[in-house]
């Protein structure tokens, strides 16, 4: 009998999530759609398997890798194709922020028209909810933005906003204006406006250590500082 691993519903976002091994049951997967994705680079094909215990599930295949499941979700509709266009969206929902909207190819359920149908209801959706955002800004928000760290609404819902992570490093943090929170996965650090703060205080520190540091050994060695060195003193006191 064809069931599911697990009866949990989603989109796979990390390698925490488990809805089963799927390489015994690629036959029981049928195709649904080519899309382009990832700034329109890379060919995606998308398969979908109707579960007995009534669910339906989402996989993807990219160039040559193996199939690789998605999402999976309960049977909404009475519709087939109704439950397709559910899976979809929510896949294309949960990889927005990263990946953006995908470039319909080829499909044997949606046409073109259909499917950039559904992408522009919800760029519409997305819009509303970024005016919406908009329309609420924060002390946190203004923080970033007088930091130079380019806080944007993500569209996700209207206290979702994202920014440059302080780090330096090429990654967003995560922003709510609800409680006007803050946090970064990658560098493992939270909270409101005072740790950024301190945060940002942090890596001023450092980044002045490095510098200090380059200062005495450009002395030492030379006998002078490089004109870099110089900018960034003279900037800096
Ligand atoms: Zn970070």
Same mark, same amino acid.
């Given at each position: 009998?064809?069931?599911?691993?697990?009866?949990?519903?989603?989109?796979?976002?990390?390698?925490?999530?488990?809805?089963? /091994?799927?390489?015994? @049951?690629?036959?029981?997967? =049928? %195709?649904?759609?080519?899309?382009?994705?990832?700034?329109?680079? $890379?060919? &995606?094909?998308?398969?979908?398997?109707?579960?007995?215990?009534?669910?339906?599930?989402?996989?993807?295949?990219? /160039?040559?890798?193996? @199939?690789?499941?998605?999402? =999976? %979700?309960?049977?909404?509709?009475?519709?087939?194709?109704?439950? $397709?266009? &559910?899976?979809?969206?929510?896949?294309?929902?949960?990889?927005?922020?990263?990946?953006?909207?995908?470039?319909?190819?080829?499909?044997?359920?949606?046409?073109?028209?259909?499917?950039?149908?559904?992408?522009?209801?919800?760029?519409?959706?997305?819009?509303?909810?970024?005016?919406?955002?908009?329309?609420?800004?924060?002390?946190?928000?203004?923080?970033?933005?007088?930091?130079?760290?380019?806080?944007?609404?993500?569209?996700?819902?209207?206290?979702?906003?994202?920014?440059?992570?302080?780090?330096?490093?090429?990654?967003?943090?995560?922003?709510?204006?609800?409680?006007?929170?803050?946090?970064?996965?990658?560098?493992?650090?939270?909270?409101?406006?005072?740790?950024?703060?301190?945060?940002?205080?942090?890596?001023?520190?450092?980044?002045?250590?490095?510098?200090?540091?380059?200062?005495?050994?450009?002395?030492?060695?030379?006998?002078?500082?490089?004109?870099?060195?110089?900018?960034?003193?003279?900037?800096?006191?």
């Amino acid at each position: 009998m064809k069931t599911v691993f697990t009866k949990e519903e989603g989109v796979i976002m990390s390698s925490k999530q488990d809805f089963g /091994d799927i390489k015994n @049951l690629i036959d029981e997967f =049928q %195709y649904l759609m080519d899309t382009l994705e990832i700034m329109g680079d $890379i060919d &995606f094909k998308y398969f979908y398997r109707v579960t007995e215990d009534n669910y339906i599930q989402l996989a993807y295949k990219m /160039d040559k890798s193996e @199939l690789e499941l998605c999402a =999976q %979700y309960k049977l909404r509709h009475d519709n087939l194709k109704e439950n $397709i266009i &559910f899976i979809v969206k929510e896949n294309i929902e949960a990889h927005l922020p990263f990946i953006g909207f995908p470039i319909f190819q080829n499909s044997v359920v949606f046409t073109k028209q259909e499917f950039d149908s559904i992408i522009n209801v919800m760029k519409d959706e997305k819009l509303a909810i970024i005016e919406q955002a908009k329309a609420y800004q924060t002390p946190l928000i203004d923080y970033l933005r007088d930091r130079k760290l380019n806080p944007r609404p993500t569209g996700y819902n209207p206290n979702s906003w994202v920014a440059k992570c302080p780090c330096g490093g090429n990654h967003q943090i995560m922003v709510s204006t609800l409680h006007d929170e803050w946090g970064c996965g990658y560098c493992n650090r939270e909270g409101k406006i005072l740790e950024l703060e301190k945060w940002l205080q942090e890596i001023k520190i450092k980044e002045d250590q490095k510098r200090l540091s380059k200062m005495l050994k450009e002395l030492k060695e030379d006998g002078k500082l490089s004109k870099q060195t110089s900018k960034w003193w003279m900037n800096r006191y």
